[in-house]
């Protein structure tokens, strides 16, 4: 029986309870035919209510209790013991972290213990430099830890792992110094909507998902709608949520504005059909799940230039790149607006580079980095 242990970043029910549960996420494929997952929790929800997350495999969920606090940083040894303990009484086939820090020091550690292989990946960009540019004094805090992280736990995690995969060709640049045994980009899985043929909103209708912090701010957009008969639907929250409500209500268009917290990840795509024009004011590297999303649903794409690339990663200048102000933004929208022909050709576009990145690609290329794992190792 193939056997995956995994390492999660998060409880599993705060995926839930953010609607972020994917099928087959922890088993691509169903290769595997039991999936034990670590969660740095004290108690956790049971494996039937995780909604499918390691598709038919047999699952077991193991609170292992939190590691976010100064206080088991500064016992991290004592900790990976504690966690290797409870690893060897699984016997896995193969571990797998979604971080270099706590978790993905545990996940090479108990690979090499059991002699078994470690796959470690990145789903953002861990660069100090770049988060202070982009956040400033507001990230001090993570700045710091993330000093910490870079010495106790960072280079072990990519160093000892058989695999580090980055989520998008971004990440890798922040470990391109460090010794890795092997590097990977497999995108972050999207499928493409079951239905088409949904009717778009009668209003010319602005869809931006993502967090509200200072690199994916929403205050350039809500300003960029203001004195325009445009309607813009924000999905998420975060620490810019209420100033973001704020700016809408002193301008006046808080009908216009439709604040939406979260959506299930199951739900999410008809938002987008449904909508004329996905946008974000984000700066940070890479390549968004909501930029894949709306690339999904064939949506052009109005994105802020990037700071780091010549052209958003995935989407490139199939994107209609625009300054992070206002009326920039309000100038592309007015385009795509009065030119619907235009609109659509950037949708196509955006659907082409989207289908070598479609979840099902993803999830073959993910299965595939394990079956060669596996059979490399003396397990299989």
């Known amino acids: 029986m193939s056997h995956l242990l995994v390492f999660s970043n998060d409880p599993l029910k705060a995926y839930v309870e953010k609607g972020e549960i994917k099928g087959r996420y922890y088993n691509p494929e169903n290769l595997f035919e039991k999936v ?34 100064l206080k088991k940083l500064c016992s991290i040894s004592s900790q990976e013991r504690r966690v290797l303990d409870f690893a060897r009484s699984f016997n896995p086939d193969i571990i797998r972290a979604y971080n270099p820090r706590f978790e993905g020091r545990f996940a090479v550690a108990a690979g090499k213990a059991l002699g078994v292989p470690s796959v470690i990946s990145l789903h ?36 000892q792992a058989d695999a580090v995969i980055g989520a998008y060709v971004f990440t890798l640049r922040y470990f391109e110094n460090f010794s890795v045994r092997r590097r990977e980009v497999i995108y972050n899985k999207v499928y493409a909507p079951e239905h088409s043929g949904i009717a778009k909103q009668e209003d010319f209708t602005i869809i931006s998902v993502g967090r509200h912090i200072p690199g994916k701010d929403p205050r350039p957009l809500i300003r960029a709608v203001s ?18 409500q704020d700016l809408a209500k002193k301008l006046k268009i808080s009908s216009q504005v439709d604040f939406i917290p979260s959506v299930p990840n199951r739900d999410i795509l008809p938002w987008y059909q449904r909508a004329h024009v996905f946008s974000m004011a984000m700066l ?38 625009v300054e992070r102000t206002p009326e920039a933004f309000r100038e592309a929208f007015r385009k795509l607006q009065e030119n619907p022909e235009y609109a659509r050709e950037l949708g196509e576009k ?29 397990k299989v």
């Open 36 to 69: 034990t997952i670590f969660t740095p929790c004290d108690e956790d929800i049971s494996p039937n209510q995780a909604g499918g997350i390691a598709g038919k495999a047999e699952v077991t969920v193991v609170p292992v209790g939190s590691m976010k606090n």
């Open 124 to 159: 953002a960009d861990f660069s100090r430099r770049r988060l202070f540019r982009v956040e400033g004094l507001s990230c001090a805090k993570s700045l710091l830890y993330s000093m910490i992280f870079r010495f106790c736990t960072e280079k072990q995690s990519y160093s």
């Open 284 to 321: 940070y590297g890479g390549t968004s799940i909501p930029m894949l999303e709306a690339m999904a649903c064939r949506l052009p794409l109005v994105l802020a230039r990037p700071l780091w690339e010549d052209a958003p990663e995935a989407i490139g200048e199939d994107a209609l790149l």
């Open 227 to 244: 004195g325009t008969p445009y309607r813009l639907i924000l999905i998420g929250q975060g620490p810019l949520t209420q100033a973001s």
């Open 350 to 378: 955006a659907w082409k580079r989207f289908r070598p990145l479609r979840g099902e690609e993803m999830e073959r290329q993910e299965a595939e980095l394990y079956r060669e794992l596996l059979q490399g190792s003396r």
